[in-house]
């Protein structure tokens, strides 16, 4: 019986790099490693400038690796000759390359959840009910200076209105290829299993649909529901002891790429405006690109 078990264990142990780690990869994360352990060794700057080389090394290598395994998994898509090649392929793609099991929760001195129904009753107490936030905390002169900054944003209304703006004209297709340009390869995908490399690979005629359901979208002033929908993923934290506890997770919203694609175009109109009409202080700094205020 033991053997069996073992050898079950053995055929369940699986590698746990992602399906687009090459030997390319593979070396530059050795030399990393290797630099790694020598600049611990002396930090001196010899060392430091050999290990920076390594990283930038070890990120191009990481970069073309999954450039290169996206384009072939969509060249298979394209070129399959019947639905068992094309869903065989999907799975490729969706296949989970992280353990991230919920062990059973403990919560206070309640038995332990195992059922998922029981974990997530604990998580959504622990994450969505905002038992997390500490009211002791809070500044009431901090709330009277956002509440000052949001008046004199408000009294801004007349001088946007003296002059000509607007921001819902047509959505271009230079808009479109803009937004999809910035999507990140490997990512998974929201509640609508699309994943980005559909919109990084797949041509005109697919940047072409989505101009036209985005501008369906801001003239109809109505976000589909499937855009909406989140899948809520909790993540174990590196380095923690005890995964009993729901602090030791975190939770990420994976959320369905056409919306992301519709709120950077939206997010790019609306930057342009606010700093075009220089709506905000010049010392602001934080949440604006590429801006760094210069003290005397």
Same mark, same amino acid.
Not at 144 to 170: F, G, M, P, S, V
Not at 208 to 225: F, Y
Not at 285 to 296: C, D, L
């Given at each position: 019986?033991?053997?069996?078990?073992?050898?079950?264990?053995?055929? +369940? %142990?699986?590698?746990?790099?992602?399906? *687009?780690?090459?030997?390319? =990869?593979? $070396?530059?994360?050795?030399?990393? &490693?290797? @630099?790694?352990?020598?600049?611990?060794?002396?930090?001196?700057?010899?060392?430091?400038?050999?290990?920076?080389?390594?990283?930038?090394?070890?990120?191009? +290598? %990481?970069?073309?690796?999954?450039?290169? *395994?996206?384009?072939?998994? =969509?060249? $298979?898509?394209?070129?399959?000759? &019947?639905? @068992?090649?094309?869903?065989?392929?999907?799975?490729?793609?969706?296949?989970?390359?992280?353990?991230?099991?919920?062990?059973?929760?403990?919560?206070?001195?309640?038995?332990?959840?195992?059922?998922?129904?029981?974990?997530?009753?604990?998580?959504?107490?622990?994450?969505?009910?905002?038992?997390?936030?500490?009211?002791?905390?809070?500044?009431?002169?901090?709330?009277?200076?956002?509440?000052?900054?949001?008046?004199?944003?408000?009294?801004?209304?007349?001088?946007?209105?003296?002059?000509?703006?607007?921001?819902?004209?047509?959505?271009?297709?230079?808009?479109?290829?803009?937004?999809?340009?910035?999507?990140?390869?490997?990512?998974?995908?929201?509640?609508?299993?699309?994943?980005?490399?559909?919109?990084?690979?797949?041509?005109?005629?697919?940047?072409?649909?989505?101009?036209?359901?985005?501008?369906?979208?801001?003239?109809?002033?109505?976000?589909?529901?499937?855009?909406?929908?989140?899948?809520?993923?909790?993540?174990?934290?590196?380095?923690?002891?005890?995964?009993?506890?729901?602090?030791?997770?975190?939770?990420?919203?994976?959320?369905?790429?056409?919306?992301?694609?519709?709120?950077?175009?939206?997010?790019?109109?609306?930057?342009?405006?606010?700093?075009?009409?220089?709506?905000?202080?010049?010392?602001?700094?934080?949440?604006?690109?590429?801006?760094?205020?210069?003290?005397?």
């Amino acid at each position: 019986m033991q053997e069996v078990i073992c050898q079950k264990e053995m055929k +369940e %142990k699986k590698s746990t790099k992602p399906p *687009w780690w090459n030997y390319d =990869v593979n $070396q530059a994360k050795k030399n990393l &490693n290797y @630099k790694q352990r020598q600049y611990r060794k002396r930090n001196i700057p010899q060392n430091k400038e050999a290990l920076v080389t390594a990283e930038e090394k070890f990120e191009n +290598e %990481k970069e073309k690796a999954m450039n290169d *395994w996206s384009e072939h998994l =969509v060249d $298979q898509i394209n070129t399959s000759r &019947n639905s @068992k090649e094309v869903w065989t392929t999907y799975k490729k793609l969706t296949k989970k390359k992280d353990c991230n099991t919920i062990l059973p929760l403990i919560d206070q001195d309640d038995p332990p959840a195992f059922s998922n129904q029981e974990k997530c009753k604990i998580l959504q107490k622990t994450f969505f009910e905002g038992k997390h936030l500490k009211t002791d905390e809070f500044d009431e002169e901090f709330y009277k200076q956002t509440q000052e900054e949001y008046k004199r944003i408000c009294e801004l209304e007349k001088r946007l209105t003296k002059r000509e703006h607007k921001l819902d004209y047509e959505v271009t297709t230079d808009e479109v290829e803009a937004a999809i340009y910035l999507l990140e390869i490997g990512k998974s995908p929201g509640a609508d299993r699309h994943f980005p490399e559909l919109f990084k690979f797949a041509g005109e005629n697919l940047i072409e649909a989505i101009r036209t359901m985005v501008n369906l979208t801001l003239k109809h002033g109505r976000l589909p529901q499937e855009w909406k929908t989140a899948n809520i993923k909790f993540l174990r934290k590196q380095g923690k002891t005890n995964y009993y506890s729901p602090s030791s997770y975190r939770p990420i919203s994976l959320t369905s790429v056409m919306c992301k694609i519709t709120e950077r175009i939206v997010l790019n109109r609306l930057a342009a405006f606010i700093e075009g009409m220089k709506l905000i202080e010049e010392k602001q700094e934080g949440f604006r690109k590429n801006t760094q205020h210069q003290t005397a």
